[in-house]
Each structure stands twice: as C-alpha cells, then as structure tokens.
C-alpha cells in the first residue's frame, strides 16, 4: 500500500442513512485534510487534523462529523445529508513545513445523496 | 468571494503547441504557489509550485511564471502531448507557519488533441 487510500470509492446513500468515509495514509505524514470537490466549484477545506488533533473546521455543518484516531487514519462520519453534498470528498494529507502547502491527494469517494 | 481564480473552465491545444494555463490571486498574502493536475476518477497530484521570491520555475516540459505585481501566475506546458489532457489546479499559501491551507481555483480542463 501507498500514498493515501480512500474507501469507499462510490457511495449511494438516502437523507436518513448514517455512513463513513476512511483514509488512510501510508506516508508518515503527519496532517490529514478533508476536501470537497462540487461540480464548477473550487476544492472546498472541511476539516485539518494535526497530530490528530482538528485544528480547522472550515464552517461545516454538524451533519459531517470527522475522526482522527491516529495520525495515519481519518474518518469522516456522515448523516441526515442532502441531496446537495452530493460530491466528490478527497482526503488528503501532508508533512509540513516543507514544502510549505504541498498536499498528497487521495482518488476521492463519490457520494451521492438520493 | 474567490481568492484564486482560473477564468477559463477549459483549453484545447494540438499536440506538439504550447498550453497556457493561468490563474489570478487577489490576496497580496500569498507566497507560495502549486499547480496541481487531476486525471477522472483520481486525486489531484502535484505538479510544480513556485515561491513568491522567484518569477520562473522550471522542471521539464512544465514552467510556472509568476507576476507578483498583476497577481496573476501561469503554467505553460512545452510541447503538450495527450496524455496532459486532465484538469489544472491552482492553489496559493500565505504564511505564517504551520498547515494554513490551501486555497484552490475552480480548475482549468485541458484537452490536448493529437
């Protein structure tokens, strides 16, 4: 195993269901990000863990919910979504400071909300 | 309100001819810059990045122009061959210091056409 891996790779889910999302990163790396991908939109920051600890929510709603148990896996918890999270949810990680911003991307989860 | 911008969602360009990829910052704190490259169905890998002390980096086929004063950086690709067909990220890192993440640009899709 390398780099960082997600699972799963596709995800279907109803509004009512409760499902996760795992990475896990083989890289040593010590900071692990979530990011969403919505069509004809910018990478959006959800959530940073250093050192397993969460050092930014970037303003998201509760119906997300990450985990950090270690420092090579992140999980994120999801439920009572709408059809709007729609998207494609890339984790990522890194080991700063150098260099400074360079991030190690996962292939991504495609969820799609019914 | 977008702090990285990529103002065209695509490009075509023949194979063997330059690409130009740009992409416009508004936040004069920014210092650090990557271009990242997305293929369907895979996470974003980095590509090259440039410092804010320099105007040009170079690695390969691949340069990265940067214009402080127009805060504006471009990604030229010479000669473009097919398989650079995918989708360029912008991103842009301020300081001070640790993980502050990156900011991304709605993405550039390049067709290079044999």
């Known amino acids: 195993e390398t780099g960082v891996t997600q699972t799963p790779r596709h995800l279907v889910m109803g509004m009512t269901n409760k499902k996760s999302l795992k990475c896990e990163q083989h890289l040593g790396h010590n900071a692990m990000y979530w990011y969403k991908q919505s069509a004809k939109k910018p990478l959006e920051l959800m959530f940073v863990y250093n050192f397993k600890e969460q050092t930014e929510n970037n303003s998201v709603p509760s119906r997300f919910s990450p985990e950090c148990p270690n420092s090579s896996h992140l999980f994120l918890h999801l439920h009572t979504l709408q059809p709007e999270d729609s998207a494609l949810y890339l984790c990522a990680s890194s080991q700063p400071p150098s260099p400074p911003g360079e991030l190690f991307f996962g292939e991504g989860s495609r969820l799609t909300v019914l | 309100d977008q702090q990285v911008k990529q103002n065209s969602p695509s490009l075509s360009v023949q194979e063997g001819r330059i690409s130009i990829l740009n992409c416009d910052y508004t936040?004069?704190?920014?210092?650090?810059f990557l271009w990242y490259k997305k293929y369907p169905a895979e996470g974003p890998t980095f590509l090259i990045s440039i410092s804010s002390i320099k105007d040009k980096n170079e690695d390969g086929r691949f340069t990265v122009f940067l214009n402080k004063s127009a805060k504006h950086l471009s990604l030229h690709i010479v000669p473009s061959q097919p398989g650079d067909s995918a989708v360029y990220f912008c991103a842009a890192f301020s300081p001070p210091s640790g993980n502050t993440p990156l900011v991304f640009g709605k993405g550039t899709r390049l067709s290079v056409i044999a």
């Open positions: 936040n004069s704190m920014f210092d650090y």
